[in-house]
Each structure stands twice: as structure tokens, then as C-alpha cells.
């Protein structure tokens, strides 16, 4: 455990900052650690809070504030990384972490008082916060010369990918998207109010997705996979139209085609503006009774977009059958079932596949291969056969945008899907084997043998979790 403060002094005079960070953040485990297994009288746990106490001291004599941040998995300490091994610190960093604390900084003040109140906090069960953020208790507590937040700093190779994927996009499209959203936004107020919404700007969007579609449908792909993570009711209404037009394209269909489909998927959960908000953001399972109104929105949609002036009929055929399911195992329940329209099928496709890769209130996303596993287990059941086939031969198992690590060590991002192998997509290199930043173009399909033996170069291990971006608004 941490030593004397003043022998180390005495056996390293000259230690640096980097050096007593080190001391710091062992003395600073030790004392969390004493204090779970002492009352804060029993002398180790007094002993140790006062040698942290010493140690900050010294610190904070020579830097104004002495920051930890959790950067990934990579502990800094002083801006310095420090082995997450640590001996001693561990128990300290898992307390961070399940208190969802990214970065902590201890000020130039602090005195031993506030230090003995945040050690109590730290060895309360996070579960006992309920809803209060340490942030909160520790204010409570007056704690002043502490502080604890989430990390402002993303993390170096996420900040890439999110780079690459805007450079594969460009500015063009990601306007058009969130265009696009601001009109799904004002739409939604606009049912709320009663009042009825033009169709003008979601034909707009829908002429840009079909056009941009038959030229390259990579960059509208990745913006799907960009924007799965934010405010999720409106940016899945776009994804749905996406994927639509993508796989309608895909199977050769015409222009006209493209721009019917991808507008009566856009349409396709308009009945949801209906439903109260606690129901849709609820992070638990429905009752039985919620989830009775949560199926009434294809209907209702239909009453809505009966009442829209300029609503093709295909959009009312697609919010009333696009939960219906391919074996009509879905809802609303027909009870002499007729085959379903191809853009229904379609849009029930897009639609469980958007729902699943993205982070909502009460479900972490599926990564993308399992979403393709899921999708090609329920072909013929839930979803057409041949129509999943397309739509995961268009996706791959690793769609355009989606982060992924190679056999070699190598970190990159989709940038294409292979239509032949779903698994060797074509990738842009975020890192090397080493782990460093790859920072010139790199462009790498894994298609590529090698040239002596045939093997495959490169293989993915898997998708890589993406961090999900702060958003102004949620
Ligand atoms: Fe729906
Ligand atoms: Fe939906």
C-alpha cells in the first residue's frame, strides 16, 4: 500500500509530478480501500487518508488542479498514463466507473475535511445513488474543491472514425439529413397541434435519397449508421426512408420507384405522433394495456395520412401493414391475410433493423453482426427470404460507418460493403497493429489475398462499439 509520504520524499527528492501522481493515485486506492474495510476512526483508515491528504498536498503545491480521466480504457493521472493495474488503485477506478464518472479533478484548497467526505461517498453502492449523480451528493456535501464529470475528451480514434465518415459523406448530404429531421421535428409538432403538414419537404429529401441512391448509396448508409445513436424517434424516420430507397435501388427498381417507397416509408410510424411521449421514451417493458396503444399506430396513421392532402396511397398501405410480418404473425391482425406490398416488407426490414442497432431508453444497441444474424434467422418467417437476402447482401455484416478490429490488430472503418462477402468489407485504417493513429488515407479491402499462400490478408474480429456523442437537446 502507499508508503510514508515523507520517505519518499526523502528517497526521491526530485520526484516529478508524473512520479507523484503515481504515489497519489496508490495512496488515493488505499485509503478507499481502508476505508470499506474500517470505520473512519480505526487508525489504518485515518492513517491512509491522511498520508493522501499529504500527498495531494504536495501535488497541488506544484499544479493547479491534479486531473484523472478514464480515457477508454487508459488511465491518465496528471496527464500522464498510468497502468490501469495500478497496484492498489483498482477498487478506486471500478468505483469511478460504475458511478459512470469519466474524469475527476482535485483542486488547489482542497482540504482533509472534503477529502474524508469523498472517500465516504466513493464506498457507497452506486445502486443507493438512485437517480442522484456523485456530482450532486458531493455538492450536497460540500465538497467544493473536488470535482467529477463525464469526459468532454472523446476518445482519439472514435473522433476519426466520425471524421472519416464525414469526409465519405460530405456536408451536402449530412445537411440534407438533418434538414430532413427538422422537418420530421416540425411535422410531429405540427400533428400535435392538429394542425396538417405538407408533404413538400419530405418529397424534397426523398427526390435527394432516390437520385444520391443510384449514384453511390454508401454515404447515405453511413449517415443511417452516424445518426443511429441520436434523438431516436426522428432520426429513425429518416433511417427507415434510407434503408427503404437502399434496397429498392438495390433490386433494380426505377426512379419513379424509388422516390414512392422512400416516401411512404417515411410515413410509415406517423401514427406514433398520437402516442403520449412517456409511452415511447419508457425504459421499461409496456403493461399490456400500453402496448395495446402502441399498437394501434399503423390505423392511426392511417386516419392521419387519409387527412394529408397529397399523400400517395402507397403511404397509407405501408403504416397500416408495416408491422404485419411476412407470415402475418405482426399487428394489426387481418383476418383473411392477403400478401403483403414489397415496400411494406421493406420497411418492416429497415425498420427492425434500425430499431435494434440503436441506443434507446430501454435497449443497448445489438452490434450490427448480430442485427444481420437476427435478420437472417427470421428470413422466411418474419421477413421475406429473398428480400432479407438482398437487404443483408446490401448491409453486409458490417455496415458503411460501423468501426471494426482486424486479425492483425488493425482498427478501420466500413466505407463499402463487398455485395459477393457481407464479412470482407472494404475499410478506411483508423489504427495501426501497434495502436497508432493511422493519419494518411488508407484504404483496404479485405477481398485482398496475400500474394504468396492465397490467404486472406486481413480479417474482421469484430464491430467495435461506437461512443455515443453528447448531443445538444438529446
Ligand atoms: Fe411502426
Ligand atoms: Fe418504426
Redesign the pocket.
Known amino acids: 500500500m502507499a508508503g510514508d509520504p515523507k520517505s519518499v520524499a526523502e528517497s526521491d527528492p526530485g520526484a516529478d509530478v508524473a512520479g507523484l501522481s503515481a504515489v497519489t493515485l496508490r495512496a488515493l486506492g488505499a485509503a478507499v480501500l481502508h476505508r470499506r474495510m474500517y470505520p473512519p476512526e480505526h487508525p489504518i483508515a485515518s492513517r491512509a487518508l491522511t498520508s493522501l491528504s499529504l500527498y495531494l498536498e504536495r501535488l497541488l503545491s506544484r499544479v493547479e488542479e491534479w486531473r484523472l480521466a478514464l480515457v477508454g480504457s487508459k488511465l491518465m493521472a496528471g496527464g500522464h498514463p498510468i497502468d490501469e493495474g495500478a497496484e492498489g488503485s483498482l477498487p478506486f477506478l471500478d468505483g469511478l466507473k460504475a458511478r459512470g464518472i469519466e474524469t475527476i479533478a482535485f483542486k488547489r484548497g482542497l482540504d482533509v475535511e472534503e477529502l474524508r467526505r469523498f472517500i465516504s461517498l466513493m464506498i457507497l453502492d452506486p445502486k443507493w445513488f438512485a437517480g442522484t449523480s456523485l456530482q450532486d451528493l458531493m455538492a450536497k456535501e460540500g465538497i467544493r474543491s473536488i470535482e467529477a464529470g463525464r469526459l468532454v475528451l472523446d476518445d482519439p480514434v472514435e473522433a476519426d472514425r466520425v471524421k472519416v465518415v464525414r469526409d465519405e459523406t460530405g456536408p451536402e448530404l449530412s445537411e440534407a439529413y438533418d434538414n430532413a429531421l427538422a422537418f420530421i421535428e416540425e411535422a410531429a409538432g405540427a400533428l400535435h397541434e392538429g394542425r396538417r403538414i405538407s408533404m413538400e419537404d419530405a418529397e424534397s429529401f426523398v427526390r435527394l435519397v432516390a437520385s444520391q441512391m443510384q449514384q453511390d448509396r454508401s454515404p447515405f448508409l453511413i449517415l443511417t449508421a452516424l445518426k443511429a445513436h441520436h434523438a431516436y424517434t426522428f432520426t429513425?424516420i429518416i433511417n427507415?426512408c434510407i434503408l427503404t430507397v437502399a434496397q429498392i435501388e438495390a433490386l433494380g427498381g426505377a426512379p419513379q420507384a424509388l422516390r414512392e417507397f422512400g416516401l411512404a416509408s417515411m410515413m410509415?410510424?406517423i401514427g406514433k405522433t398520437l402516442l403520449p411521449g412517456e409511452i415511447l421514451s419508457k425504459p421499461g417493458k409496456l403493461t399490456p394495456e400500453e402496448f395495446a396503444l402502441v399498437q394501434r399506430h399503423p390505423q392511426d396513421g392511417v386516419h392521419i395520412l387519409r387527412e394529408t392532402p397529397g399523400v400517395p396511397d402507397l403511404a397509407l398501405i405501408v403504416a397500416l401493414e408495416h408491422h404485419m410480418r411476412y407470415n402475418h404473425g405482426g399487428y394489426p391482425h387481418r383476418r383473411h391475410p392477403r400478401p403483403l406490398h414489397p415496400c411494406s416488407l421493406m420497411t418492416n426490414l429497415a425498420?427492425t433493423y434500425d430499431?435494434m442497432r440503436s441506443r434507446r431508453a430501454y435497449q443497448e444497441e445489438f452490434p450490427p453482426e448480430k442485427v444481420a444474424a437476427v435478420i437472417s434467422e427470421r428470413a422466411g418467417t418474419d421477413y421475406h427470404p429473398q428480400l432479407s437476402l438482398a437487404f443483408l447482401q446490401l448491409m453486409g455484416a458490417y455496415p458503411p460507418g460501423t468501426r471494426v478490429r482486424l486479425d492483425t490488430g488493425e482498427e478501420g472503418v466500413v466505407v463499402r460493403v463487398n455485395p459477393g462477402n457481407p464479412y470482407r468489407p472494404v475499410i478506411r485504417m483508423l489504427r495501426d497493429s501497434s495502436g497508432g493513429l493511422v493519419r494518411r488515407l488508407e484504404i483496404v479491402d479485405l477481398m485482398d489475398k496475400e500474394k504468396v499462400g492465397g490467404h486472406f490478408a486481413r480479417n474482421v474480429l469484430g464491430s467495435i462499439k461506437s461512443q455515443p456523442r453528447p448531443q445538444p437537446g438529446g
Do not use: L, P, Q
Open positions: 429513425h427507415v410509415h410510424d425498420d430499431a
